[in-house]
């Protein structure tokens, strides 16, 4: 593939060989007049070209515009400000594919291997909490969250997302609490848990903060990609000294996406541009939990992750009660990632974590999950608090 | 006002109440168990409020609701994922105003007075162009633009947003190609030119660029903050050695604001947010150029950007013959901004300049744009090629 080439879709009525001129001509190099007619060869390099127009029984359309790797050799956001810049305001038009040239992109430095390394678990599914209540916590009670979780074997925690670095509870001073406990876990048991700490500030000050704290000791950091922009992203991940996993949180992609005809796929925002930007795991909503999603949509999500090797982790909603479902469509390659679903299990946070290994035993070994056949315990429990 | 007020419109059919509430607990502090119950009162003041729900005659419901400082004390980024993080992906939800307290945000330092100054113009309204053709043209082609253009009495000139840093035309060449033209014009006419030099790359490339162009004496800057990130262009403001206007380009805010019942209002995207985020100036599309857009968003975006005394930049389509039009919507604290609408002048980029200044005298003293009544001339020119 010599360029990078973009998938449109359009609504019933426009005229999708037309958009798609538009979009190759102007999106690329425009048109130009007589004064620069001995540099028409070099202009005409440019320009994008319409691969395919076709349209489909609902009406819809769908045009495929393949732009010159020379407009943008690099970066996603000059990457989506040609694809979709000045064309997002110029009606109705939807992205729902992105493809570049093998090599095109920040490559993720962990992934599935490396984050299963770090963890020290090479093959089930990982589970992954989140600090609840969001906010009001002071940094020792979250190093008391941490304890009790990661003593039950937690593999991640992670802040929320809506926890930025606050006076009442700095991250640096969040990481100072929850260092030692890591510590004293991996002495204890021999297992090192990852607590991916979330990233707040101007672009300048993520980028230092996420420094510090790596040098500082902290093994995982949570970006809010979408708020705070993929090339912020990008910048973490080609950065040597942030060497450790990055979670992706999808936070605001229903901006992006959540419309029918406007914006672009969720597995192009949740999918290729994650991965083209370095993520190692990224947060995603399942069509079973507590935000709509379209089976379709996850799925697509899920293969685009998994076919970069980046770790999709189902989230939002997600209990004990749900994991032979998660395991049936994502097999071993996945980390559940839950917050109220450990947090408010009704005998507490340890149990909770202890619920999920439970399921994920019992679903292992293909063991029912109705209520009469599950044994008194921290699944029961979580049953009997989640799945009514 | 006491905290950051959004507020949301709902599309019919939807439970505004029930919906307000799921924000103000979901996007805030969420809920707790027994075992905080001591923490209930910290816990409490993180938690979000229903100002007011109304429904409107169309079936629409429009809820405010307000979040304490306290869980974002500063930064968009932060602001983005408390507003619209999470709740994005629950349902159709659009915002429609953001009112933060006084003093919160990035404050712009040059805006309209800043930019006057730098270019010596005090009181009329400012031109603007664009370099076209987009890509392909050398660091020498743009040195010839520009030369012609500023000569001519151009204010402004700026990359074309799609062209990012790349091997055939890099950003450093262009500022070396440009800087001897805009130093000679200074010399011969007096008169300063600002080149807003479209910024790319990661997040730490544009960051370093932007410091690295302005040490070597650019003197404006692009930045497509949609596409890299509000925290980027925050981090540009607050740079003490990025001491130049910014330049906000609307690429890509289609995709946020072309829906009607998801996303966020254009007034806030192009409006608020740059504001809030230091830009100095900010370019929107107009409702009569060449994408469509409402003159009551139009207006809403120009009033968000004249209140915090950052400049409007009215652009896409513009030609001399719509000068007029600008004029009577913006009044004098406008910068018209032309890519083809000067590049592509019959008789050249200098008289598409011209032409600009023709109109902008003849506004000024009332006459009429009529063809018969203009005289032989750059405008007239102008008139026959763009407004028939």
Redesign the interface.
Known sequence: MSGIEVTYRFPPGVDAHREAKIIAIG???????E??AD?SE?????LGQVLDVMTLSDGTSRATVRYPL?????????L???I?????????ARIVALAVPPGWG?RCRFGIGGIRSAVGVPSRPLVMAIF??????SPE?HALILRDAAFAGLDIIKDD??L?D???CRVQDRLKACLPVIEEVRRATGKTVLYAMNL????????ETARVLVSEGANALLV?AL??????L??LA??PDVNVPLFV????????C??R????DYSVVLGTLPVLSGADAVLI?THYGS???SESEEGRVKNELLARGVFPVPS?GIHPGLVPRVIADYGNEVIMNAG?GI??HPE?TAAGVRAFFEALDRAGQGKSFEMENVPEGPLKSALRQWSR
């Open positions: 999106q690329t190099a425009g048109t130009w007049g004064r620069w540099r070099r202009l005409r390099a440019h020379a407009n943008c050799p690099e970066g996603v956001g000059a989506l400000t040609m979709y810049g000045k064309y997002s305001l110029a009606g109705p920040t609840k209540p969001s906010l009001g916590l009670d997302e809506i930025p606050i006076p009442e707040s500030g101007r672009a300048d000050q993520v980028l809010n708020t705070y922009g993929f090339p912020v990008e910048a080609a950065d949180h999808p936070a605001f992609s229903g901006a992006l959540g419309s005809d406007w914006g672009l909503p935000l709509p999603f939002a109220t947090m408010d507490g």
